[in-house]
């Protein structure tokens, strides 16, 4: 079993729509979860970080963390063609020792249609 | 100018070639790292280097070679590859190595060995 398990997609979703990319891991250890989106050939960039369990909320994202279900979730409002991207969770144990290794799902390739 | 840049953006190589790949970061980080990003599959982290010195090294073949003259530059030296080792290569830093929850990509350079 992976560790972090991420649906490839694509996702196609028509502008305006609201957009949810899930992530289920299997290491109840992870602390630190984050979300990055990388547009097409281009480095990923981090969009949301989030920390232990909650809803973290940045203008038409939010984050959400379910740790007693190993689950992850980024909701996108109002989505917009320029949302057209892979969308990657990623996930950390946390902070302290030489190197804090991050662990990265394969990525949801979601596409807006205008 | 980008935090972290990496060129060339696009390499192709022979089996016998021998290229390296750049990176320099202008973030005043101290921890750098060399990703590797293959289609539908997670991104795999291949070494971490903090001032200078590798901090870690994930079974990558000695065919990658690393090399960080300064916490401000990151090369990794290629030779004899094989096909199956065409791929974005990323690289990344953060402040430290243990923070690496927060790191920043550069835009990656597409290898391809034919």
């Known amino acids: 079993q992976k560790e972090v398990e991420q649906d490839p997609g694509p996702l196609s979703v028509p502008e305006g729509a609201i957009v949810s990319l899930n992530c289920t891991y299997s290491?109840?250890?992870?602390?630190?979860f984050m979300w990055y989106r990388q547009y097409s050939r281009k480095g990923p960039e981090l969009l949301m970080y989030t920390y232990s369990s909650g809803n973290k909320e940045d203008g038409r994202f939010t984050a959400q963390v379910d740790k007693s279900s190993k689950y992850i979730s980024l909701f996108i409002r109002d989505s917009q063609p320029s949302d057209s991207a892979t969308y990657l969770c990623a996930m950390s144990v946390g902070y302290g020792g030489a190197t804090n290794k991050l662990i990265f799902g394969t990525g949801t390739l979601l596409a807006v249609q205008p | 100018e980008t935090g972290v840049t990496q060129t060339p953006r696009h390499l192709v190589m022979g089996m016998t070639n021998k290229k390296s790949l750049k990176c320099e970061q202008h973030l005043g980080h101290n921890a750098m790292y060399w990703y590797k990003q293959s289609a539908k599959k997670p991104l795999e982290l291949m070494f971490v280097y903090s001032l200078e010195e590798r901090v870690e090294n994930n079974s990558v073949p000695s065919r990658f070679s690393p090399e960080c003259p300064n916490s401000s530059h990151l090369f990794l030296h290629l030779h004899t590859l094989q096909p199956e080792d065409s791929a974005l290569y990323l690289c990344?830093?953060?402040?430290?190595?243990?923070?690496?929850?927060?790191?920043?990509f550069g835009e990656g350079s597409w290898l391809t060995v034919v």
């Open positions: 990344a830093s953060s402040q430290t190595p243990d923070r690496a929850n927060t790191i920043y």
């Open positions: 290491n109840s250890a992870f602390q630190y």
